[in-house]
């Protein structure tokens, strides 16, 4: 069966800092990948997706990134955190062929 | 913003009620339909999907209606549990669009025992 993983669950990182978030998924080939993000009490903000390897789309602009070194491994980076970036990181990873997307267990990340 | 948007952002029933959380949407070009149940400080999970092509869908203890006309979603959970306390989100997806789903704001359900 598949399954996706995300780390680390929870990170308090200063404004200015780096950041990296990893999404793994196994028992699957050639996933679509996504990275979301969730304010407290709001919705998912689509961030990136991927549909192959180095194929990764924006869908706002932001300090963030999105790398996908391997088939199965999604990084969301930045350079220099901004307040505004603390929120709940969702990753999550669809087939091919399914429309339904499998979320991982999401990342807490507090900038101070 | 989003194309998919709920009516009511809180919905509280009585352990043993039928829920009903409804969702409305505005592009009838939207070909697929899903809904998630999102615990507190969890990923967001699965329920129920339906296409475009029917009009309800079965699964356990919950349905879910499509009405294309009024483009208008709901699910539908019998006997209601404490367990279903959650935040439940519809999505959809544009027919011949990308791989995205467009995720509505989210129902805040809260069961009363």
């Known amino acids: 069966s598949q399954t996706i993983h995300q780390w680390p669950a929870t990170l308090v990182q200063p404004v200015g800092s780096p950041l990296s978030l990893e999404c793994t998924v196994e028992g699957t080939s050639n996933p679509n990948l996504y990275w979301y993000r969730q304010a407290a009490g709001r919705g998912l903000q689509l961030l990136f997706y991927s549909i192959g390897i180095d194929q990764i789309s924006s869908e706002v602009p932001q300090n963030l990134s999105a790398s996908r070194p391997q088939d199965r491994q999604f990084i969301l980076s930045s350079k220099k955190l901004l307040l505004s970036d603390s929120g709940f990181y969702l990753c999550a990873w669809s087939g091919a062929s399914l429309y339904e997307q499998y979320f991982g267990p999401g990342t807490r990340l507090t900038v101070t | 913003g989003e194309n998919v948007g709920l009516h009511l952002p809180t919905l509280s029933v009585q352990e043993g009620d039928n829920s009903i959380i409804n969702c409305a949407y505005s592009?009838?070009?939207?070909?697929?339909f899903i809904w998630y149940k999102q615990e507190s400080g969890k990923g967001p999970q699965f329920i129920i999907d339906?296409?475009?092509?029917?009009d309800k869908r079965q699964g356990q203890r919950v349905t879910v209606l499509l009405n294309k006309t009024v483009k208008h979603l709901s699910l539908q959970i019998a006997a209601t549990q404490p367990g279903d306390s959650a935040v439940y989100f519809c999505?959809?997806?544009?027919?011949?669009?990308?791989?995205?789903?467009?995720f509505g704001k989210g129902t805040k359900l809260t069961v009363n025992p």
């Open positions: 999505a959809d997806q544009i027919r011949g669009g990308s791989e995205k789903l467009v």
């Open positions: 592009n009838s070009a939207s070909d697929y």
């Open positions: 339906i296409r475009s092509n029917m």
